[in-house]
């Protein structure tokens, strides 16, 4: 039986570029955060997924499972979610559970396999799994590869979301007025995270916002209620570093639902027992 612990991410830079093969190209620096989800693996009679997966990604999990026993010609496993990250909030909340589902076989079953085979695999179900297997803080170039991985120091944040936008249409609303990538300015606050800087969240960039905005009036709500707040991913998550109790309880009397975390360098986990 093998346990894999996985870390909701957000997003401090989203820039998108043109698209490849259906996805657009990206560039984002990521950092993981204090939420996770847990998936438990073990071989059974028969294959069978169970927990609190979230409805509109059973198909998903499901699918991703049935892959990997084809691919690797698997016994039939058993697996269980335990999902805490919450979803349409740009933290990788379907994601997780694939990168969980994907570290947990593998490690029980596939020994052997590496790194860049799991994100390949991932890459099949998402492109935030790839950079989920592993955690910590990185840049993703591309589609969904982490082109380099480096340390952050550890900074607590509150995470807050009223309405919900999916990725779909967001993208959608994006490609009616798109923007150019900007490498020099991730060049530079790489360079900031590296020094330890806990002031980076002024810098923080997502060239979904506008788009997010106007399907979501919520997120422009949150972002004008506190100085440095910012979008995470493509969901309605706002990003609020250094957030007081009194901030939160002014958003939560705002109908907003409130997650208290750490961003900082959290690895994914797996265990077997």
């Known amino acids: 039986m093998t346990k894999a612990k996985i870390y909701s991410k957000i997003n401090i830079t989203l820039f998108c570029g043109e698209k490849e093969g259906g996805y657009h ?6 950092c993981s955060t204090s939420l996770y989800d847990e998936v438990t693996v073990s071989q059974s009679d028969k294959t069978l997924t169970e927990g609190n997966i ?3 990604c059973k198909d998903k ?3 991703a499972l049935n892959y990997l026993i084809t691919r690797f010609s698997l016994p039939p496993i058993r697996a269980e979610a335990k999902s805490h990250i919450p979803l349409g909030c740009g933290m990788g909340g379907s994601s997780s559970l694939i990168a969980g589902l994907i570290d947990a ?5 596939v020994p052997g396999i590496t790194y860049e085979e799991k994100c390949g695999i991932a890459d099949e179900f998402g492109s935030d799994a790839a950079f989920m297997l592993r955690g910590g803080a990185g840049r993703i170039k591309g589609r ?9 120091a550890p900074v607590d944040a509150l995470v807050v979301r009223k309405g919900f936008s999916d990725t779909k249409s967001v993208f959608k609303a994006y490609d009616e007025a798109p923007q150019s990538m900007d490498e020099e300015y991730g060049d530079a606050l790489v360079r900031k995270l590296k020094n330890g800087r806990i002031d980076w969240f002024f810098s923080a960039r997502n060239v979904l916002t506008d788009a997010a905005v106007k399907l979501d ?6 972002l004008s209620l506190y100085p440095g707040a910012f979008m995470t991913g ?35 986990e797996v265990s077997k027992f």
């Open 217 to 222: 009036p919520y997120i422009g709500e949150a």
């Open 144 to 152: 969904s590869r982490v082109s380099e991985f480096f340390s952050v």
């Open 54 to 56: 979230p409805e509109f």
């Open 25 to 30: 190209a990206l560039d984002s620096i990521v």
């Open 234 to 268: 493509s969901g309605s998550g706002v990003v609020c570093a250094f957030a007081s109790q009194k901030v939160k309880e002014d958003f939560e009397a705002r109908g907003f639902e409130c997650y208290p975390v750490t961003i900082g360098d959290f690895k994914a």
């Open 61 to 63: 999990f499901s699918a």
């Open 105 to 109: 076989v593998c490690a029980e079953f």
